[in-house]
């Protein structure tokens, strides 16, 4: 039993109600922290609800705030309700939206856990007592090397969220728990059975970070403009139809293109700002990268000597793939894969790994090559 305060953030789900348990055998004090980061009135989310089902989904913040209560007074232990919605619409919010209007496709959970959960909250944590520890229902893992925090691979690698957490500075590690590292869903799901939470059964949240489930493009729309354009074939040049804006879609993509009548079922390949055109195509390989251009490259871990062969993944739950790194000045990272990937995504971030399973750090994707 550590003889301290554990602060630990509670979203309503059954990842943080079962971490706030495991903290309570742990630690002489734990204390919750829900953090409410999103208003759809103030901050007019209008467009893109999933109507009459927002409640289920672990997406409605009223829902979740009533459920960290629950599982709060259930463990006996005080819950504290932050108010973060401000910054998140000007750090994480603004910067996203800016950054679809440039043509790119955002990551704002990598801005999220940077500046908002290991940065505001974390530090709101250490003014309340600076010598308390602060933990995540992330699964993620902390492996240490001369009393520097590594971020690792957990055990339950289905889940691991280790790429959302690639772009912490690594002082923000410090102090840090995960309790969920050694842990598989399933057991985490058993233990939240095996203490009557309401939430061992809730759907895990896969929307947009403290925003919710959404259909994206039409959420968009609530602060990006729709701008008709052209769409092209990649190969042929030839007209295929229109779209209502390049920032309303992404590398890959195949919903929503409204190309009927074609024989083989197309995906962007390629964005114009410039001229808002869209280009298509029906071939695989047209999406396939063996190089990445890796900027504003955050290190969370140097080994000395740096190791030029590492483990690559360009979005979570994408299987590793093994590459090879060479180090730019002006913090650029240049990556040639063993074997190409598709959908590489400018704006989204490479999160490089040891061979075994230490993060290294993450950058943001800036171009990519055959």
């Known amino acids: 039993m550590q003889n301290k305060t554990v602060f630990v953030g509670i979203s309503g789900g059954v990842d943080s109600a079962v971490s706030a348990l495991l903290l309570k055998q742990q630690y002489r004090e734990v204390i919750g922290i829900f953090m409410e980061c999103w208003d759809n009135t103030l901050n007019n989310d209008q467009l893109g609800h999933r109507a009459f089902n927002e409640h289920k989904s672990g997406c409605s913040s009223k829902e979740d705030f009533r459920e960290a209560q629950a599982i709060a007074q259930l463990l006996g232990i005080k819950l504290i309700k932050q108010n973060l919605v401000e910054p998140y619409w000007k750090q994480v919010f603004l910067p996203t939206i800016d950054a679809f209007k440039n043509g790119l496709t955002p990551n704002p959970d990598m801005l999220c856990n940077r500046l908002i959960k290991f940065g505001l909250m974390r530090d709101y944590c250490k003014q309340l007592d600076p010598n308390s520890d602060f933990a995540t229902g992330h699964y993620a893992a902390l492996s240490w090397d001369n009393n520097q925090p590594l971020l690792a691979i957990p055990k339950d690698k289905h889940k691991d969220q280790t790429y959302f957490l690639a772009h912490v500075k690594p002082a923000q590690l410090q102090d840090v728990v995960f309790p969920l590292a050694h842990l598989l869903k399933t057991e985490v799901r058993q233990i939240a059975l095996a203490h009557h939470f309401s939430v061992a059964t809730k759907k895990d949240s896969t929307g947009i970070c403290f ?72 071939d695989p390989e047209d999406l396939q990268r063996r190089g990445i251009t890796l900027s504003h490259f955050n290190w969370l871990y140097q080994p000395n000597p740096l190791t030029q062969t590492v483990l690559v993944r360009i979005r979570h739950a994408q299987p590793l793939v093994q590459g090879h790194i060479t180090v730019q000045p002006n913090n650029v990272v240049q990556v040639q894969l063993d074997q190409p990937i598709d959908r590489v995504t400018n704006g989204q971030y490479g999160v490089l790994y040891t061979q075994n399973g230490i993060c290294l750090g993450s950058g943001i994707i800036t171009a990519s090559q055959i």
């Open 211 to 282: 925003i919710g489930e959404r259909h994206f493009s039409d959420f968009l729309k609530n602060y990006l403009p729709v701008k008709p354009g052209v769409i092209y074939d990649w190969k042929t040049q030839r007209q295929l139809g229109s779209h209502e804006g390049v920032w309303f879609y992404t590398t890959g993509q195949r919903s929503g293109l409204n190309l009927g009548g074609q024989a083989a079922r197309n995906f962007v390949v390629e964005k114009d700002l410039k001229t808002n055109t869209l280009y298509v195509s029906s």
